[in-house]
């Protein structure tokens, strides 16, 4: 699926001639490269009205995918943030001993690999980090050309990640009780008073200076919502009064699914309003999906702002917008909350592009996972491709969107590999001698809420021996 060199000769012509504003004349020799704007939101599933969700308001995300292209298959390869982002960052596949969960540090499991940002940087890049990108902030620092920031740096004291506002909700964070707070707040405060408001501000801030300067830049924005603690200001929340919240569509968990597959969202229960053993309740989940949803509309309105700067400084016609959730969620489909499992849900993920000159409002069908992202920047970007990536560029589907693609993709979670062809998700557990010790297998064509696990099924051993074996395959490619 590459690119070839005359249509990359091309983009880099056409981004010299659409970047007027942003420097002065090129000498002839030299090639301007587009800006890149890199956004992450922190636990975003596909819960958006332009993924044909209809119970959320979206409209900044929904804009931006009208004016560019939305994937409408695209997953994580590793269902939890510190690996995920580990993934997507290095451009490498996570493996059964690499990039395995939220504490993931690139600079132990992939030290020497030249990051995503780094390799922009080497090519004459400006690189900026703001908000949660690694997730641990000093995590290959030197991929940026200045100190990753994080609001929580000029929060006095340090404050909590978690950010409450409500006096009484940071008090019950800070006491003796092994909980967190609450699962979530409204306050009626300013957009800016929680963290995401203040990222969209010091990005505005550096987008303003970036227009005065000559380098072209890649900037990072981790946005921290959706992620719990639910905590948005007050107006978002008002969006959603309790009596208008479905529950999800299928709260069972599938029928002879394994055991393996099963997980007790223990992120959920750090939290102090809620139950510490057993199912939620209806009512808690109400309004749990409320805050989500509240969140994702806080957090679409501050990339909004970050987009109308992005334009307002005249810079839109020549910067690249990418923006990812690093996994997918599940708010109580199949009975679950938070990531960590191979659920559709756990691993499916928002991925929207627009690219100048390209033409908007396209969704792209083809299955496409995280590590195809870094190829498929640094290709729209005229940029060397690094010799160590495991993805491929998807850049051959802008111009025909409803190309095949992948065959399959590949995820994993702790001890399980999963598969995901056009029509069917497999995955396979392991035990330390890599035994297979269980598996599922969801037919998304029939079964798109994964109700029933027909892998023991005797009509389907044929497909199950198969997905099996490209599964292993897979596995020992990746050992
Ligand atoms: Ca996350």
Redesign the pocket.
Known sequence: MKTNLLQSTLLVTIFSLIACHHQPAPESTSIQRPNILFIAV??LRPELNCYGKTQIQSPNLDRLASEGFLFERAYCNVP??GA?RASILTGLRPTPDRFLDYKTRVADEAPDVITLPQHFKQNGYETFSYGKIFHHRNDRSESWTDTPWHPQMDTPGGGSWRDYQVPAHIEMDNDDSPLRGPAYEYASVTDTTYFDGKIAERALRKLGQLSQDTSPFFMALGFLKP?LPFNAPQKYWDLYPTDSISLAGFRDYPAEAPVQSHHSFGELRHYNNMPQAGAVPDSTAKQLIRGYYACVTYVDAMIGRVLEGLKANGMDQNTIVILW???GWSLGDHGLWC?HSTFNVAMQTPLLLRVPGKKGGQRIKALTEFIDVYPSLVELSGLPLPGHLQGNSFVGLLDDPAGKGKDALFCRWKKSDAIKTDRYLYTEWFDAEEKSVARMLYDHQNDPDETINIAEKEENKALVASLSQRLRQQRQLDR
């Open positions: 922190d636990d939890v943030c995920s992620h959730g690093d996994h990531k």
